[in-house]
């Protein structure tokens, strides 16, 4: 149980060039031959071979044909004798491993009876012994032999180049990846499963074959995945010059997983979730999501598998990127400015609800890590999406054009290589001398070294006399684990000064030019900007588009937030000027005391609330967003500490209702022009209509006061809705205004999809966020383990309920019994017997106890210690509960 340091990161003593493996499939006992080409790495001094291993059975070590010998260090295989010199030998090692008792779901393991593997960080070595690191990459030929039967179907990465029969019933498939791969990327299927396929031609003329791999009752819920499969292979060559460098894509879907995709060499390996989908059901939201990851595995096959990380504390170099082209990807294929804007709307909400916390808690990490102890708890929203960011600001500073040219540059530079998150801004970098980021390579630096949230804050004034407007500008950055002080960030901040009319008056900066017409980039600790020839006083719109991942603080009125949320030209910050307005109402309520108001909106709030949910030229689904409060997690993160979670939704609770009154009418209008969206297609502007639909749906369902009109109308569109979206929607809006019928509508549902995995996940997490009417959320939970379809050892079916309960139920979840914390530990630990990474998730859901008031705090910090007292941990929870104690 050692730490790992990025600084300690050495060169691998060996090369290995070649593998050969032969995997006899067998669920108890898989046999596999690996058959490699070693030679030694001439930079290095010459040392001992010392191959990783984790829960394998080690028959036999061969070295040129020949016995030799070996020792076991640990887990690790360790060969001494080896041939001096540079010139490759050959390794022939034979192990065994137990598919079916693989529930860590990493390395080999089985799903509904069919094999799959998954190496990414460190599971390969559960495969074979072998250097498990990204940067040694090899050549792979693979020969897979199973009972013909069970498993007709045979995959690994690359081309198929033999297939045939063998004695016995059983069968063989032979696969040839010609491009060189770190293991991480290898993977098996074999199982009873059929294909969509498609052939394209693309642009440049190429032809490929795409499939998507499913149980066969799934292959029609495989067509929305192959449409975005295509989309994305064009998008990329459209918009990056990327080519498909395969003959053959594939996707395959399995239901027991712990990622959301892997993008394996030509053979992407997904969570069913992320695959399946007909509009019976799938929501408007899976939808999405299942474009937004084909695409993101597939854009891999560049940012990743072509270049690839040198070691794992580099992970954001292919994740930050890669997530950074699929939100791309997802706002091109949105279409219009609206529909863009709703799809950054949704990626900010996540990086500032999931990640913002994140930084200010016990696993903060910057978007390089420094350490860890356990390289799975990294896969984290602050590698991902403030990594995604950190790209978002070079192409700010780049422009699209500059952002292509280093793009260009880096795989020219680095293709077939693996490196660095240095290697790549120093191409960007390289690439477009005298930019904004070239000129201060050192300081934008400082995004990928410096954890935290930066502070960034803001004051305005203006002199009517001299017609300017100043804007006084300053950054910080709190403190984080073993970072107590922080250097100044480079922050490009887009901004605009919106008119007395709603329209956006021209900027003249004094002194100085703004990049691209509106961003300024703030480098110093304190900045003081100028705008001149400023005609009226105006109201300053900073931060535009969330040009940067920092918390904004700027003093604003009202008034002056109003007028942003009815005219900002911006339409992110007129979203954000109305998520302040409701902010603001709750940190004052928050911070009254007392009873809490049962209508703390004011009417001038309610009044321009209205008017944006019926303002004509506005999209449905943005009005959905702006008529939506900011969550409870989001508002408690924005408290000095001494956090009271019960309080904070009484007072969230009470807007809500008063909103559901007050807008009555509205609602009603609402629902009226938008429940019926016709034929189901899940394009932005009819999932906008059945967005704002539901969210109507249930504020009428709320405003009911015991008149059955709408909670009946909910029910009966429970029944006999044409989509899930609409069904899901109508089961909630009965569910949050905790109507006896909802129970009713509960088993209906359940009924109808009891034979379809994903809708029965979706029944789990609708109950586990149901609400705590009289201490109710966590004996319902409790009863809900019960369930014969309930299981801690599928991923989603785990996550659904557990994950629903404790981090989206947080009035449930957060008993003044401490029972909820109870609960969750004893889940850690049950977990974690069977699946660490998942159950070290789900020990991340108390990351915020030491802001928690008492006391929640003092009970918080008991059931942790619980956990970490455990002697049997794994690293991952140990890892996540000793940071979350420190
Ligand atoms: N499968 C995960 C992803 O695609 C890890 N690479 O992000
Ligand atoms: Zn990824």
């Given at each position: 149980?050692?730490?790992?340091?990025?600084?300690?990161?050495?060169?691998?003593?060996?090369?290995?060039?070649?593998?050969?493996?032969?995997?006899?499939?067998?669920?108890?006992?898989?046999?596999?031959?690996?058959?490699?080409?070693?030679?030694?790495?001439?930079?290095?001094?010459?040392?001992?071979?010392?191959?990783?291993?984790?829960?394998?059975?080690?028959?036999?070590?061969?070295?040129?044909?020949?016995?030799?010998?070996?020792?076991?260090?640990?887990?690790?295989?360790?060969?001494?004798?080896?041939?001096?010199?540079?010139?490759?030998?050959?390794?022939?090692?034979?192990?065994?491993?137990?598919?079916?008792?693989?529930?860590?779901?990493?390395?080999?393991?089985?799903?509904?009876?069919?094999?799959?593997?998954?190496?990414?960080?460190?599971?390969?070595?559960?495969?074979?012994?072998?250097?498990?690191?990204?940067?040694?990459?090899?050549?792979?030929?693979?020969?897979?032999?199973?009972?013909?039967?069970?498993?007709?179907?045979?995959l690994?990465n690359g081309n198929l180049v033999?297939?045939?029969?063998?004695?016995?019933?059983?069968?063989?498939?032979?696969w040839h990846d010609p491009h060189?791969?770190?293991?991480?990327?290898?993977?098996?299927?074999?199982?009873?499963?059929v294909a969509r396929e498609q052939r394209i031609t693309t642009r440049s003329g190429n032809n490929h074959l795409l499939q998507v791999w499913v149980?066969?009752?799934?292959l029609?819920?495989t067509e929305h995945a192959m449409n975005s499969l295509v989309h994305a292979i064009l998008w990329d060559e459209w918009r990056f010059g990327l080519k498909l460098d395969l003959e053959r894509f594939m996707v395959v879907?399995?239901?027991?997983?712990?990622?959301?995709?892997?993008e394996n060499k030509g053979l992407n390996?997904f969570?069913?979730?992320?695959v399946?989908?007909?509009?019976?059901?799938?929501?408007?939201?899976?939808?999405?999501?299942i474009e937004g990851v084909i695409g993101h595995e597939y854009f891999h096959n560049w940012t990743g598998d072509r270049?690839?990380?040198?070691?794992?504390?580099?992970?954001?170099?292919?994740?930050?990127?890669t997530?950074?082209r699929d939100?791309s990807f997802s706002?091109d294929m949105?279409g219009?400015?609206?529909?863009?804007?709703?799809?950054?709307?949704?990626?900010?909400?996540?990086?500032?609800?999931?990640?913002?916390?994140?930084?200010?808690?016990?696993?903060?990490?910057?978007?390089?890590?420094?350490?860890?102890?356990?390289?799975?708890?990294?896969?984290?929203?602050?590698?991902?999406?403030?990594?995604?960011?950190?790209?978002?600001?070079?192409?700010?500073?780049?422009?699209?054009?500059?952002?292509r040219?280093?793009l260009d540059?880096?795989f020219?530079?680095?293709d077939?290589?693996?490196?660095?998150?240095?290697?790549?801004?120093?191409?960007?970098?390289?690439?477009?001398?005298?930019?904004?980021?070239?000129?201060?390579?050192?300081?934008?630096?400082?995004?990928?070294?410096?954890?935290?949230?930066?502070?960034?804050?803001?004051?305005?004034?203006?002199?009517?006399?001299?017609?300017?407007?100043?804007?006084?500008?300053?950054?910080?950055?709190?403190?984080?684990?073993?970072?107590?002080?922080?250097?100044?960030?480079?922050?490009?901040?887009?901004?605009?000064?919106?008119?007395?009319?709603?329209?956006?008056?021209?900027?003249?900066?004094?002194?100085?030019?703004?990049?691209?017409?509106?961003?300024?980039?703030?480098?110093?600790?304190?900045?003081?900007?100028?705008?001149?020839?400023?005609?009226?006083?105006?109201?300053?719109?900073?931060?535009?588009?969330?040009?940067?991942?920092?918390?904004?603080?700027?003093?604003?009125?009202?008034?002056?937030?109003?007028?942003?949320?009815?005219?900002?030209?911006?339409?992110?910050?007129?979203?954000?000027?109305?998520?302040?307005?409701?902010?603001?109402?709750?940190?004052?309520?928050?911070?009254?005391?007392?009873?809490?108001?049962?209508?703390?909106?004011?009417?001038?709030?309610?009044?321009?609330?209205?008017?944006?949910?019926?303002?004509?030229?506005?999209?449905?689904?943005?009005?959905?967003?702006?008529?939506?409060?900011?969550?409870?997690?989001?508002?408690?993160?924005?408290?000095?500490?001494?956090?009271?979670?019960?309080?904070?939704?009484?007072?969230?609770?009470?807007?809500?209702?008063?909103?559901?009154?007050?807008?009555?009418?509205?609602?009603?209008?609402?629902?009226?022009?938008?429940?019926?969206?016709?034929?189901?297609?899940?394009?932005?502007?009819?999932?906008?209509?059945?967005?704002?639909?539901?969210?109507?749906?249930?504020?009428?369902?709320?405003?009911?006061?015991?008149?059955?009109?709408?909670?009946?109308?909910?029910?009966?569109?429970?029944?006999?809705?044409?989509?899930?979206?609409?069904?899901?929607?109508?089961?909630?809006?009965?569910?949050?205004?905790?109507?006896?019928?909802?129970?009713?509508?509960?088993?209906?549902?359940?009924?109808?999809?009891?034979?379809?995995?994903?809708?029965?996940?979706?029944?789990?997490?609708?109950?586990?966020?149901?609400?705590?009417?009289?201490?109710?959320?966590?004996?319902?939970?409790?009863?809900?383990?019960?369930?014969?379809?309930?299981?801690?050892?599928?991923?989603?079916?785990?996550?659904?309920?557990?994950?629903?309960?404790?981090?989206?139920?947080?009035?449930?979840?957060?008993?003044?019994?401490?029972?909820?914390?109870?609960?969750?530990?004893?889940?850690?630990?049950?977990?974690?017997?069977?699946?660490?990474?998942?159950?070290?998730?789900?020990?991340?859901?108390?990351?915020?106890?030491?802001?928690?008031?008492?006391?929640?705090?003092?009970?918080?910090?008991?059931?942790?210690?619980?956990?970490?007292?455990?002697?049997?941990?794994?690293?991952?929870?140990?890892?996540?509960?000793?940071?979350?104690?420190?």
């Open positions: 149980t050692a730490v790992t340091r990025r600084l300690d990161y050495a060169p691998p003593a060996f090369w290995i060039d070649t593998v050969d493996l032969s995997i006899d499939l067998d669920p108890a006992k898989t046999r596999v031959l690996s058959k490699l080409t070693v030679r030694r790495n001439p930079d290095v001094p010459a040392q001992p071979l010392k191959l990783d291993g984790d829960e394998l059975n080690l028959a036999r070590v061969l070295l040129d044909g020949a016995g030799c010998s070996f020792r076991m260090e640990g887990e690790q295989l360790v060969l001494e004798n080896l041939p001096e010199g540079d010139a490759p030998f050959a390794l022939e090692i034979f192990t065994t491993c137990s598919p079916e008792k693989n529930s860590k779901l990493m390395g080999l393991f089985m799903s509904g009876g069919d094999f799959f593997t998954q190496c990414e960080s460190e599971g390969f070595r559960r495969i074979t012994y072998f250097l498990d690191r990204p940067d040694v990459m090899a050549t792979y030929t693979v020969t897979l032999r199973a009972d013909k039967q069970r498993w007709p179907v045979l690994s033999d297939a045939g029969e063998l004695e016995g019933g059983r069968h063989y498939a032979t060189k791969k770190p293991c991480y990327l290898f993977a098996v299927v074999a199982g009873k499963l149980r066969p009752g799934d029609d819920q879907a399995t239901s027991d997983f712990n990622f959301g995709a892997m390996i969570n069913s979730k992320y399946l989908a007909k509009p019976a059901t799938a929501t408007d939201a899976d939808f999405e999501a270049v690839t990380c040198r070691d794992w504390f580099q992970l954001s170099l292919k994740e930050g990127l997530v950074f939100q706002m949105a219009t400015a609206s529909a863009r804007a709703v799809k950054r709307i949704g990626d900010v909400i996540t990086l500032r609800t999931v990640q913002f916390a994140e930084d200010a808690g016990p696993m903060a990490h910057p978007v390089r890590p420094d350490e860890y102890l356990e390289i799975t708890n990294f896969y984290t929203t602050t590698i991902y999406e403030k990594g995604a960011e950190v790209v978002r600001m070079v192409e700010t500073l780049l422009g699209r054009e500059g952002f040219r280093g540059l880096y020219q530079r680095h077939g290589h693996a490196v660095t998150c240095d290697d790549f801004i120093q191409t960007m970098a390289d690439a477009t001398p005298g930019s904004a980021l070239a000129e201060r390579l050192p300081q934008f630096k400082l995004w990928y070294s410096q954890a935290g949230t930066p502070v960034v804050r803001a004051q305005g004034h203006y002199d009517a006399a001299a017609q300017t407007y100043t804007l006084q500008l300053s950054q910080s950055c709190p403190p984080t684990a073993g970072q107590p002080a922080k250097q100044p960030m480079l922050i490009p901040l887009r901004l605009g000064l919106v008119g007395l009319d709603g329209r956006d008056l021209p900027l003249t900066l004094q002194g100085g030019a703004l990049l691209h017409g509106d961003v300024v980039v703030l480098h110093e600790p304190a900045a003081t900007l100028v705008f001149s020839g400023v005609t009226q006083e105006p109201v300053p719109s900073l931060l535009r588009g969330f040009s940067a991942p920092v918390k904004l603080q700027m003093e604003a009125t009202p008034e002056q937030l109003m007028h942003r949320l009815a005219h900002d030209s911006d339409p992110f910050n007129r979203w954000e000027a109305g998520q302040q307005l409701a902010l603001r109402v709750a940190l004052a309520q928050l911070a009254a005391g007392g009873e809490v108001a049962p209508a703390p909106l004011s009417d001038a709030h309610l009044a321009a609330l209205r008017a944006v949910l019926r303002d004509a030229a506005l999209d449905a689904a943005f009005k959905a967003l702006a008529l939506g409060l900011p969550g409870e997690s989001y508002i408690a993160d924005q408290l000095p500490g001494n956090v009271d979670p019960q309080r904070i939704h009484a007072v969230r609770e009470a807007m809500r209702r008063q909103l559901a009154h007050a807008l009555r009418a509205d609602w009603q209008w609402a629902w009226e022009h938008n429940h019926d969206t016709g034929a189901y297609t899940p394009d932005p502007v009819s999932s906008g209509r059945r967005a704002l639909a539901g969210l109507a749906l249930a504020m009428l369902c709320l405003a009911a006061d015991g008149d059955a009109v709408w909670p009946g109308k909910a029910y009966q569109r429970v029944k006999d809705a044409g989509n899930m979206t609409d069904r899901e929607n109508a089961l909630q809006a009965l569910l949050g205004c905790g109507h006896p019928l909802a129970a009713r509508a509960l088993e209906g549902f359940y009924a109808r999809f009891s034979h379809e995995a994903l809708v029965v996940d979706k029944w789990f997490a609708l109950q586990a966020r149901a609400p705590d009417v009289a201490g109710s959320a966590l004996p319902a939970v409790l009863a809900l383990m019960q369930h014969p379809d309930f299981t801690l050892k599928n991923p989603n079916r785990a996550r659904s309920l557990l994950f629903g309960f404790c981090s989206g139920n947080p009035a449930g979840f957060h008993r003044l019994d401490g029972a909820g914390y109870t609960f969750w530990a004893g889940q850690v630990l049950a977990l974690d017997a069977i699946n660490p990474q998942v159950a070290a998730r789900l020990a991340r859901t108390m990351d915020a106890w030491a802001r928690l008031a008492e006391p929640w705090r003092g009970a918080a910090r008991e059931a942790i210690a619980r956990v970490a007292a455990q002697p049997k941990l794994s690293n991952d929870v140990r890892e996540v509960v000793t940071r979350a104690l420190a």
